[in-house]
């Protein structure tokens, strides 16, 4: 059975190869066969993958050292003194501490001349009494008597000078006495009227020495001040 196809188609294929002899058939150009050698195609890439770039730090601030000011001068302010810092503790002066008198005043001839107070009166008892104390310079006197005068303040008129009375010594060179309002001359005593006075040495034969006026001194009243 084979066989018969096989010849079968060799029939049709020689009755269909014969051709009419006044047909001219143009060549063909023959087509180029496919050539075996391997062909190569390079592909060029047009776009480069992207490459990542770190991003790009700004450069750290450049450093400018400070314009040198010169300093403003502050001129110091004054502090306030604080007292209780800056004044040094002082003691209450004593009430009863004596006042103390210009040796000048006591011309050579006595020296340590103090009173009790500055000012007494005829009736207060707050002040009525006053001490005279002061010191001899030389041996040769032999008792202090105490002289006083009163200056009246409102009129400017001065009295005559009277004698208080001796002076107590003791063993050490000193005076002293202590004189009561009430115990002024009361003929020249006035309201209002400075009590000056004055020390008179003595030895035996006499006044020997005096102080200076003390004068303007101590004042004298008849009432409380």
Do not use: H
């Amino acid at each position: 059975m084979k066989r018969i196809l096989i010849i079968f188609l060799a029939l049709i294929l020689v009755a269909c190869g014969v051709a009419p002899a006044a047909q001219t058939q143009q060549p063909v150009a023959a087509q180029p066969e496919p050539s075996q050698t391997p062909v190569v195609v390079v592909i060029t890439a047009t776009n480069a993958p992207a490459t990542e770039v770190p991003p790009t730090e700004p450069p750290p601030p450049t450093e400018v050292p400070p314009t040198a000011v010169p300093p403003t001068a502050v001129p110091p302010t004054a502090a306030a003194p604080t007292e209780a810092a800056a004044a040094p503790t002082q003691a209450a002066p004593d009430a009863n501490a004596p006042i103390s008198v210009d040796e000048k005043l006591g011309a050579g001839w006595f020296v340590n001349m103090t009173r009790s107070r500055n000012d007494f009166s005829l009736r207060c008892q707050l002040n009525k009494e006053i001490t005279f104390s002061v010191q001899v310079t030389s041996d040769t006197i032999k008792s202090v008597d105490l002289w006083y005068r009163f200056e009246d303040r409102a009129t400017g008129a001065i009295f005559e000078w009277t004698n208080f009375g001796k002076m107590v010594p003791d063993l050490e060179g000193s005076y002293t006495i202590t004189i009561s309002g009430d115990q002024t001359n009361p003929n020249f005593r006035k309201p209002n009227s400075y009590f000056d006075y004055q020390f008179v040495a003595y030895n035996p034969n006499g006044v020997i020495g005096r102080s200076e006026k003390i004068e303007r001194q101590v004042t004298f009243t008849f009432d409380c001040p």
